[in-house]
């Protein structure tokens, strides 16, 4: 079993590794903004980590529908000619980050967007690579890693089959 709170100490060094002067936080909902929003706070970064959502411009919307809509978008700054570092908890088909991108270009231009993941389970769909990953794992398709966080923002993983 992966120890998520490990992984969380390995992301918070590789995302240091990434930070310039100018770096915005900006995790996709819900397990990369939980990570956003906690390396925000131990990192002792002013302002507040950004929050997006791939729900409009999923490619199977047509299919889930409005399914997660009710997580939205929230950039406290401006885009453009900014250096993001985007977070998320599982990298796997790369078709949210494709959606997560065009939601991030319909606020502006930034000068930079890296990624980076607590987990890569490979299977990518899409030319989409981290530019850090905690851990790299492989499970079998039939199977997710679903992060997971208690009351007290403790993170770990479940492991669901499909």
């Given amino acids: 079993m992966l120890d998520a709170e490990a992984l969380y100490r ?6 240091q590794q990434l930070q310039t002067p100018q770096t915005r936080l900006v995790g996709i909902t819900s397990g990369g903004a939980w990570l956003a929003e906690r390396l925000h706070k131990d990192m002792g970064l002013a302002g507040a980590a950004g929050v997006i959502s791939s729900a ?7 299919k889930r529908g409005l399914a997660g809509a009710g997580q939205q978008t929230q950039l406290a700054f401006d885009v453009n000619d900014a250096h993001i570092v985007l977070l998320d908890d599982v990298l796997y088909t790369g078709r949210t980050i494709r959606a997560v991108l065009n939601e991030l270009f319909d606020y502006g231009r930034p000068a930079q967007v890296q990624l980076a993941v607590l987990v890569d389970r490979g299977g990518r769909e899409l030319p989409v ?8 794992v492989t499970l079998p398709a039939s199977q997710s890693l679903e992060l997971a966080r208690d009351d007290a923002g403790k993170f770990s993983f479940k492991v669901q089959s499909q």
């Fill in 10 to 15: 390995e992301l918070k060094r590789g995302v």
């Fill in 56 to 62: 409009m411009h999923r490619d199977d919307f047509a």
């Fill in 129 to 136: 690579q981290a530019d850090f990953a905690a851990a790299r």
